[in-house]
């Protein structure tokens, strides 16, 4: 929830529902309710569904819903932090506001190449900078199955390892980089 110059929002760990209502005050103007659904426990067709001893996550957070979505990510997909002689560079890194990488992953098809998906988070326009490791590159925007799309353009190639990316509100973008020839991606 937000107005101008402040916000809050709930980041929980995996649960699966909340809601919103807006309610006149007996003194005039109104107030927003956020409430967090714990359980939802149906009878049919488990009646033991969701019984038993719980335990919850959540967070409230003070901040825009950039803040907000960064709480749930690290709430519910921590950074895994191995250790080993030297530092490793990221694969692939995003800079700018209102975008998400919610996927890194090999291709499906066992080529070789990377699959990158990135979402426009906040429900605005956003420009950002996609930066990838040394011998990753040339960029193919495709669908999410993974085919080429015909009509894409939300990629504009800066050199051979920063692109930019001009995204819709909410538009999901799904990018190919394909390892140069001597096999190492970093």
Known sequence: MAEHGFGVGLANATTYGHDVTRHTRPSGGTATVLRASLLRAPSFPDPDTDRGEHTFDHLLVLGDIGQVIEAGYALNLPPRVRLGEHPVPPLVKLTGDGAVIETVKLADDRGGDVIVRIYESRGG??????????????????????????????????????????????????????????????
């Not at 538009?171 to 001597?182: A, E, F, H, K, Y």
Request: hydrophobic share 30%; glycine share 8%; proline share 10%.
């Open 125 to 186: 326009r956003a420009d950002v900078e996609l930066r990838t490791a040394d011998g990753l590159g040339d960029p193919v925007e495709v669908d999410l199955l993974e085919r080429p799309r015909t009509e894409g353009g939300a990629i504009t190639p800066v050199d051979r390892s920063r692109f930019r990316l001009r995204l819709r509100p909410f538009q999901i973008v799904t990018i190919r980089l394909t390892p140069s020839d001597d096999g190492d991606p970093s």
